[in-house]
């Protein structure tokens, strides 16, 4: 079997094995569990209720907006003990395409919205509702399938289970009947083309991804208001919800522990309605970050400096300080288990877009699928030495492995042919003299030589594949983000095929390590292009997957820092410019990019000891500052760079 066809068929299998690695994970887990309380005595009998302010697999009570805005509470909040620990399983959430925080974000938004009338028993009085959309929201909404998602939210869909292919379907229906069904139960008079209404120029102050839902009675007075943001990663935060005359009827109470309830909420439920009406009508300023102090970590952390120290004080590594974390919320066999489901819908959304048979993307762009051609020619060996041809030569030239938008044409005939001449090239006819120097210097190969490098093909091609995927409204993981979630899978499948002698271990290592990586970006910076451009999108996912990979490879926490920290350095500045407001053009080769800039990131960082001169809090801190300064037609507006050069049509 030849090699290509050998990895990819040892990666396929490693998901039929994960019963098994379950199995022999349990007794390593209760290893790495036992091996720290008998040190500390500190995590047995210990309770955590898991209190978060943001949600991604289930609707939050009542957290507050996000300010980036204001720089005295972001010196405030750097000088305070608020760690930035959260769930992995909310760092990496399931959800569908194209965009977490245009898609996913939304949904989750519109399945809170109508599950908070559910709960206080407003939704049957209901009878029409009000949709409003601002900034990124409404400037690239379209292409990011942001209007058809909040409708499905508000029908009660959530991103991990919402049937894909039936979405577009749904909503042409509420277009020709003017009517949706709210939680799936009430239906009410709705025209999708007069009632949602998108405000390409105008921005909520708390955040650039911001949505108001408006609920009115038969007699149009309005019953309920709430406006929620979109912070990146399928996070979603909101004010208090607002009824009539300013009263604040919408709190959470104590059967809402397993969800993502903020302070304030929590506090509000002691209050009279009073207190709650006085405090509603002031606006929110708590920073979201601020309010992850409530979740219960056995081992917090706040900086990367803190990570890497707590690590060599208690001789764990990043993945163990994840893993145990995570124990304060579920059982052992529930954080394994949920771990590989993570990896089996990367996987699938790999294998996916290999295997598919749809020649386009959809959108205006006409962008060709590249995967399932360059992954065809993987598997035939074309990438290799191939006897009797030559790459270019006859059927074995890849008109597939195109540049986005191409369409496979090849105007000039010489390129087929294997040996070209610098006249054709030129368009020049060269003298004798000429010529005789040119074979002086350069000897003439019979055929177009490549380098033989299958594993970096596969990376590129299983990245490229995730997000073509995304791009196509399939279901996806993010990671941290839609538009960057080929990246760590890419890395990991590229790991587990290539060089892992132990896959079972090395995808939880991998998936803890990096998520460990993504909370200190989630809590010093954004993971929201919105906010920081690509560079906190590909950037950041790069920066997870360069730490990941050093992890697996065996290197220590202080290597798995400089590698993060590698990874995200030379992505900083990184605009978020997509065309025609499609997640297609930049995004799907610079997550190939991604990939392959995370593996040689971690390279680097394992020829080292450790020691570097830039530290990976200093970088994340230069990340933030860059997000702020750069223009906001760099940060997912399609209102700048390559959205506006690269024609349309």
């Not at 992954?375 to 060996?381: C, I, K, P, T, W």
């Not at 801190?621 to 997000?627: C, L």
Request: net charge negative; with cysteine.
């Amino acid at each position: 079997m030849s090699l290509p066809a050998r990895a990819f068929a040892r990666g396929i299998s490693v998901a039929s094995r994960l019963p098994a690695m379950r199995r022999a994970l349990c007794v390593s887990a209760t290893h790495i569990a036992r091996r720290w309380v008998s040190s500390n005595g500190q995590l047995s009998g210990s309770t955590a209720r898991r209190s978060l302010s943001t949600t991604s697999a289930a609707p939050q009570a009542d957290p507050q907006p996000n300010n980036e805005s204001a720089p005295d509470s972001r010196a405030t909040e750097r000088d305070s003990t608020h760690h930035a620990v959260v769930s992995t399983f909310d760092l990496f959430s399931i959800g569908v395409g194209p965009s977490s925080s245009h898609t996913v974000g939304p949904m989750r938004a519109g399945k809170i919205f109508v599950q908070d009338l559910v709960e206080h028993k407003i939704l049957e009085k209901v009878a029409s509702i009000k949709v409003d959309l601002y900034g990124s929201l409404a400037l690239t909404g379209i292409g990011h399938g942001t209007p058809n998602a909040t409708l499905m939210g508000l029908e009660g869909e959530l991103p991990e289970t919402v049937p894909t292919e039936t979405i577009i379907s749904r909503v042409q229906d509420m277009h020709d009947t003017a009517a949706i069904t709210l939680n799936g139960s009430h239906r009410i008079r709705f025209n999708p083309d007069k009632d949602m209404t998108l405000h390409c120029y105008e921005s909520l102050p708390q955040h650039p991804n911001g949505m108001r839902f408006t609920v009115f009675d038969d007699n149009g007075d309005m019953l309920a208001t709430n406006e929620y943001f979109s912070i990146g990663g399928g996070f979603v935060v909101n004010e208090k919800t607002q009824v009539a005359h300013g009263e604040n009827v919408f709190y959470r109470d104590n059967k809402h522990d397993s969800m993502h309830t903020s302070s304030s909420s929590a506090a509000g439920e002691s209050t009279d309605k009073a207190d709650a009406g006085s405090a509603a009508a002031e606006p929110a300023q708590m920073d979201e970050r601020t309010q992850q102090d409530l979740v219960t970590a056995a081992l917090p952390f706040r900086t990367g400096k803190d990570l890497v120290e707590m690590c060599e004080r208690e001789g764990l590594s990043i993945a163990e300080v994840v893993y145990l974390n995570e124990l304060q919320w579920r059982s052992r066999e529930d954080v394994i288990d949920s771990a590989y489901r993570i990896w089996n819908v990367m996987d699938d959304s790999i294998r996916r877009g290999c295997l598919s048979t749809e020649r386009k993307l959809p959108g205006r762009l006409n962008v060709r699928r590249r995967a399932p051609h360059l992954y065809q020619n993987l598997m035939r060996g074309i990438y290799g030495t191939v006897a009797g041809q030559g790459l270019l030569s006859g059927a074995a030239n890849p008109h597939g492995a195109l540049s986005d938008g191409q369409t496979g044409a090849l105007d000039d005939g010489s390129m087929n042919t294997g040996t070209y001449s610098a006249s054709s090239l030129l368009g020049t006819a060269l003298t004798n003299t000429q010529r005789n120097e040119l074979s002086g210097v350069f000897k003439r190969r019979q055929r177009a030589r490549r380098p033989v490098l299958p594993q970096l093909d596969y990376l590129s091609v299983y990245a490229i594949a995730v997000n073509e995927e995304n791009a196509a409204g399939g279901r996806v993981v993010t990671a941290p983000t839609n538009g960057a979630a080929g990246v760590i899978p890419s890395v990991l499948k590229y790991h587990l095929e290539f060089l892992s002698e132990d896959p079972s271990r090395d995808i939880l290592e991998f998936l803890f390590t990096s998520a460990a990586i993504g909370m200190l970006y989630k809590r010093g910076a954004s993971i929201s292009a919105a906010e920081m451009g690509c560079q906190g999108e590909v950037g950041v996912a790069c920066s997870m997957s360069a730490a990941a990979f050093a992890a697996v490879m065996g290197g220590t926490p202080a290597q798995v820092e400089n590698a993060a920290e590698i990874g995200m350095e030379h992505n900083l500045g990184l605009t978020c410019d997509p065309v025609d407001g499609l997640v297609q053009i930049p995004c799907i080769e610079r997550n190939a990019l991604g990939a392959v800039k995370a593996v040689t990131a971690a390279q680097l960082a394992l020829q080292g000891d450790g020691s570097h001169r830039v530290s990976l809090d200093q970088v994340i801190e230069t990340m933030r500052q860059t997000g702020q300064d750069m223009m906001s037609k760099y940060k997912e507006t399609s209102q700048g760079g390559l959205a506006v050069n690269v024609p349309i049509c």
